[in-house]
Structure formats: structure tokens, C-alpha cells
T-cell receptor, first 115, second 112 residues
Framework: NAGVTQTPKFQVLKTGQSMTLQCAQDMNHEYMSWYRQDPGMGLRLIHYSVGAGITDQGEVPNGYNVSRSTTEDFPLRLLSAAPSQTSVYFC??????????????FGEGSRLTVL | GESVGLHLPTLSVQEGDNSIINCAYSNSASDYFIWYKQESGKGPQFIIDIRSNMDKRQGQRVTVLLNKTVKHLSLQIAATQPGDSAVYFCAENRAGRRALTFGSGTRLQVQP
């Protein structure tokens, strides 16, 4: 089982550029989410989805878009990258019941630097 | 607002000793409390959760204690091993809310 796969692992962007971070899971999880992790801070939720065609905003959604066309994939789009978006991004998934108990399955992360 | 915080940013222990990582929370409505382990360069990994109607829960070499009176959560690791070196996060959630709130993390360093 691959679990949660994120690509790319590293990316450098210039301010104003756009890009998409890819996330795929092979566990048939209904729930998928994106977090960002900054030094000295916990993980902060950007967007999440409880199923194909359904997305919702988290704590820090500004500057990011998501879509969920299939159960397996949940890409995160940066529309116009800013230095404040320099961070490590994690995708996580779980069954809907697992959201309550907090048992998320995380990918390995995508480290993004915006110059 | 709600918050989940940790008392110490770094905890250093000797191999074989027991480790205790503490966490304070502010939301009395939290239903679940969760501990995650994050090794360097990897994503967080679920360790254990505890429901708010419980005081204690045990897993393999880990025990989580919940004190709702003082809104305090702790993770105890027995016989700490070098492989336990990581950052540990506590998190909380409420039933029906589809978003965890994470604390800022404690780095556990295991000295040989």
C-alpha cells in the first residue's frame, strides 16, 4: 500500500507564479485535507474534503484552491505564490469516522520555497 | 479562542528512562484528544487518542492521561528508545467538527 502520496517533495517558486501540489491516496478514504507546517507552529488546516465534489475551508484558506473530482485525488493550487506561503505542506486522509477520533494518515510532505 | 499548547519545546531524556510530554488545552467542548509523532523529514504519525469521558488510555509502551479539571493532557512513553526521538504533537477535536487543532510540538531527544 502506498498510503498518501504527495508530489513534488521540493519546489522553489518565484513570487507570483502558480503551481499545484498533488495528493493521492489508495485507501478509499472519504476525508482528505491539506495542512501547512511552519517553524515553531503546529499544523494549520488549509482546506478539506469529505468526498468527491465537496470541499470546505479550514483555518488558513486564503491564496489556495482545492478540488475533489475523485475519491483518490485532492490537489492544492497556489494561485499566485507569495513568500508567506513558504512552508511544508502535508496532505492527510482518513475514513469519515476517523475524523472524530483524529486518526489521520499523512503524506511525507512537500517543501515549498517562494522567493 | 481555542488553543492547544505544550509546556516545553524540547525534552531530553536518557535511553531507558520514562518520558512525559505535556499538553494544555483551552476548549472544554473538546471530545477527542490525540497524540502524533513526527520524525525528521516525515509526516506526522498517529500514536493514540483518548475520548473526553476517559481519564487514561494505554497503548504499546505509551499511556495518555487526561485531566479535564485542569485541562491537561500528557503522553507517557515507557523505556524510551532512540527511535522515540521525534517531535510530538497533541491535537483536539469535537464530534462533528471536521478539523483537528494541533499544538506547536515538543521535541523529544533521547540520549544514549
Amino acid at each position: 500500500n502506498a498510503g498518501v502520496t504527495q508530489t513534488p517533495k521540493f519546489q522553489v517558486l518565484k513570487t507570483g507564479q502558480s503551481m499545484t501540489l498533488q495528493c493521492a491516496q489508495d485507501m478509499n478514504h472519504e476525508y482528505m485535507s491539506w495542512y501547512r507546517q511552519d517553524p515553531g507552529m503546529g499544523l494549520r488546516l488549509i482546506h478539506y474534503s469529505v468526498g468527491a465534489g465537496i470541499t470546505d475551508q479550514g483555518e488558513v484558506p486564503n491564496g489556495y484552491n482545492v478540488s475533489r473530482s475523485t475519491t483518490e485525488d485532492f490537489p492544492l493550487r497556489l494561485l499566485s505564490a507569495a513568500p508567506s506561503q513558504t512552508s511544508v505542506y502535508f496532505c492527510a486522509s482518513t475514513r469519515l469516522a476517523g475524523v472524530n477520533t483524529g486518526e489521520l494518515f499523512f503524506g511525507e510532505g512537500s517543501r515549498l520555497t517562494v522567493l | 479562542g481555542e488553543s492547544v499548547g505544550l509546556h516545553l519545546p524540547t525534552l531530553s531524556v536518557q535511553e531507558g528512562d520514562n518520558s512525559i510530554i505535556n499538553c494544555a488545552y483551552s476548549n472544554s467542548a473538546s471530545d477527542y484528544f490525540i497524540w502524533y509523532k513526527q520524525e525528521s523529514g516525515k509526516g506526522p504519525q498517529f500514536i493514540i487518542d483518548i475520548r473526553s469521558n476517559m481519564d487514561k488510555r494505554q497503548g504499546q509502551r505509551v499511556t495518555v492521561l487526561l485531566n479535564k479539571t485542569v485541562k491537561h493532557l500528557s503522553l507517557q512513553i515507557a523505556a524510551t528508545q532512540p527511535g522515540d526521538s521525534a517531535v510530538y504533537f497533541c491535537a483536539e477535536n469535537r464530534a462533528g467538527r471536521r478539523a483537528l487543532t494541533f499544538g506547536s510540538g515538543t521535541r523529544l531527544q533521547v540520549q544514549p
